[in-house]
């Protein structure tokens, strides 16, 4: 099946997976590239550190590093989402390059994403990883790491698991919608990136009927913001009390 120029297939997906592709954003916005690039102290001029701390008074979060990993984790999972529900709908992904992708700093979750040109790319695992691990994930990931401390595993850690939820909820449509053969092809993907050596010690996978269940071994710091607990997937079954460090994995 052939990349339409609208991703139209993504649409019934919901917002963590659809791309917008059609018309101009709104105003003048950086690209992805221009994001992991940037390197100023200037918050107006830089809009990974605007990002962050949007996320973290959103989160009315202790500490920066928090918001910082909120806010990866919610690219990344934009960015599994689309990619993979490409891969599974279509048998192929769009060409998703940095310079390609524009991204609104101030906009709301999830990730507001403005995909210039459709350009087709297999859709093996293979193509996924080096797609959105090395081209977004990673340079992400040091860009982040550039302005607050936060352990790369515990980025890591972030980007495993908005995989698994990214494939939990494909799963769970094919299923409704029943397509076997969609919800199959969702797993092994899944199964295969997380086999990646930049996430195989992130966490463990199990097959269950409900869609792939993950475990990772790092914690996102959601539990340090008031009310926030631990996610589902979270190393912990209750927020730590004596410390104010989590695992990095």
């Given at each position: 099946?052939?990349?339409?120029?609208e991703l139209?297939?993504?649409?019934?997906?919901?917002?963590?997976?659809?791309?917008?592709?059609?018309?101009?954003?709104?105003?003048?916005?950086?690209?992805?590239?221009?994001?992991?690039?940037?390197?100023s102290?200037?918050?107006h001029?830089d809009?990974l550190?605007?990002?962050?701390?949007?996320?973290a008074?959103?989160?009315?979060?202790?500490?920066?590093?928090?918001?910082?990993?909120?806010?990866?984790?919610?690219l990344?999972?934009?960015?599994?989402?689309a990619?993979?529900?490409?891969?599974?709908?279509?048998?192929?992904?769009?060409?998703?390059?940095?310079?390609?992708?524009?991204?609104?700093?101030?906009?709301?979750?999830?990730?507001?994403?403005?995909?210039?040109?459709?350009?087709?790319?297999?859709?093996?695992?293979?193509?996924?990883?080096?797609?959105?691990?090395?081209g977004?994930?990673?340079?992400l990931?040091?860009?982040?790491?550039?302005?607050?401390?936060?352990a790369?595993?515990l980025?890591?850690?972030?980007?495993?698991?908005?995989?698994?939820?990214?494939a939990?909820?494909?799963?769970?449509?094919?299923?409704?919608?029943?397509?076997?053969?969609?919800?199959?092809?969702?797993?092994?993907?899944?199964?295969?990136?997380?086999?990646?050596?930049?996430l195989?010690?992130?966490?463990t996978?199990t097959?269950?009927?409900?869609?792939?269940?993950?475990r990772r071994?790092?914690?996102?710091?959601?539990?340090r913001?008031p009310g926030?607990?631990?996610c589902?997937?979270c190393?912990f079954?209750?927020?730590?009390?004596?410390?104010?460090?989590?695992?990095?994995?």
């Open positions: 099946m052939d990349l339409d120029p139209a297939a993504l649409r019934p997906l919901g917002g963590f997976f659809l791309l917008r592709v059609a018309g101009e954003p709104p105003r003048p916005l950086p690209t992805l590239a221009q994001t992991y690039a940037h390197l102290s200037d918050v001029g809009p550190t605007f990002r962050v701390r949007k996320v008074r959103a989160l009315r979060a202790p500490e920066e590093r928090i918001g910082a990993s909120v806010a990866q984790q919610g990344a999972a934009r960015l599994w989402s990619a993979l529900g490409c891969a599974v709908l279509y048998g192929g992904l769009p060409d998703l390059d940095p310079r390609l992708l524009r991204w609104d700093p101030d906009g709301s979750a999830p990730d507001d994403l403005w995909l210039t040109e459709v350009r087709a790319l297999p859709g093996d695992a293979a193509t996924l990883a080096a797609t959105v691990l090395d977004h994930l990673e340079p990931s040091a860009a982040l790491r550039a302005r607050h401390p936060v790369p595993g980025l890591r850690g972030n980007a495993a698991s908005a995989l698994a939820g990214a939990r909820q494909l799963e769970r449509w094919a299923h409704a919608h029943r397509r076997p053969e969609a919800a199959a092809r969702a797993r092994a993907l899944t199964a295969e990136l997380l086999a990646h050596p930049l195989a010690d992130t966490g996978r097959d269950t009927p409900a869609g792939t269940a993950f071994r790092s914690c996102c710091l959601y539990y913001v926030g607990g631990v589902g997937d190393c079954t209750r927020p730590p009390r004596s410390s104010p460090h989590a695992p990095s994995g």
